[in-house]
């Protein structure tokens, strides 16, 4: 029973909401009845929703709608968390998912409000830790370490950035059990999920980590623009280019695979991120390609185009 998904980053609210539908969308199992979620903004405001039956698909409420996303505030906390499994479960929702500004989330699977050795709840002893300055890592190995038999999966997002899931010795020998961690530093994004229970595993954390990730990161913006015409040569070298000059008009497209320089093929003749010159100085990569018609080291035609205009984005 039981998934937990937590997430620090630019949109980790809408992000974690994200990972749960997805998860929800792939997965049977102990999964699309209740749901507790928190999310923190970086301002320090913290959101509570819940819901006993649907999981996101009544998460989050709209006027007499349901199955919408978070609202903006929400979406875009910088640290979000989420705890769902099947229908009802005792009330109150919040104690399965432990918030405070001072110090951060912690979620997990299994029982994370079943009972440490010292008598405090799992998951408040654990949230207790972050706001006396611990690391998310610290916090939770500190508590598992302590309570190695316990029925739980601990996972905890601290507001420095920090995210770190452990389950307990039980848990851990358990047959069902699914866990993924994705981040991107350059967003600085970072995402955990655990969950049984569920099927398939691992395969279900996979993708509601990735999704997540996904949702956090920034599509790449388009810097400018080439103009590629049938006829421009494609030759062999060293690293996928479209050299262009001061007008942006391609004069010869390089490829680093010698297959396609001879004969006729439909291929990715233009490939992604190739790198984009204007007189021989570097300004971007490619954002996307073309189904190439080629001839004898010329292009003939483009995604069924004699003429293309092909988006860059800035090198990185």
């Not at 300055?133 to 997002?157: P, T, Y």
């Not at 229970?197 to 956090?216: K, S």
């Amino acid at each position: 029973m039981t998934i937990g998904i937590g997430a620090y980053g630019p949109r980790a609210g809408l992000a974690v909401y994200r990972a749960l539908q997805s998860a929800e969308r792939v997965g049977r199992g102990a999964i699309c009845g209740f749901a507790t979620y928190a999310a923190i903004a970086s301002d320090g405001r913290v959101f509570r929703h819940q819901t006993q039956r649907g999981g996101s698909a009544t998460l989050f409420i709209e006027g007499e709608a349901t199955g919408v996303p978070p609202p903006e505030d929400v979406a875009d906390a910088i640290a979000a968390a989420v705890i769902s499994s099947g229908p009802e479960r005792p009330e109150p929702l919040s104690q399965f998912l432990a918030a405070d500004a001072a110090g951060g989330l912690v979620t997990g699977h299994r029982l994370p409000n079943g009972v440490s050795v010292d008598g405090t709840a799992l998951n408040l002893d654990t949230l207790n830790q972050l706001i006396a300055g611990k690391s998310a890592k610290e916090a939770v190995d500190l508590v598992i370490d302590r309570n190695r038999e316990a029925d739980v999966g601990l996972l905890a997002v601290d507001l420095r950035g920090g995210v770190y899931s452990r389950n307990s010795d039980r848990v851990q020998r358990r047959p069902d059990l699914g866990h993924a961690r994705v981040e991107d530093a350059t967003a600085g994004a970072v995402v955990e999920v655990l969950h049984n229970a569920i099927r398939p595993f691992p395969a279900t954390a996979i993708i509601a980590a990735g999704v997540a990730l996904d949702t956090m990161r920034d599509d790449p913006k388009a810097a400018g623009w080439i103009t590629i015409e049938a006829g421009v040569p494609l030759v062999l070298g060293e690293e996928n280019a479209v050299h262009c000059g001061k007008e942006l008009r391609a004069q010869r497209v390089v490829t680093t695979d010698p297959t396609i320089v001879k004969g006729r093929h439909a291929c990715a003749g233009i490939y992604l991120h190739s790198k984009v010159y204007s007189d021989d100085k570097l300004i971007g990569l490619t954002m996307f390609e073309p189904i190439t018609a080629v001839e004898d080291g010329t292009i003939t035609e483009m995604s069924g185009q004699s003429v293309m205009r092909m988006n860059y984005c800035a090198p990185h």
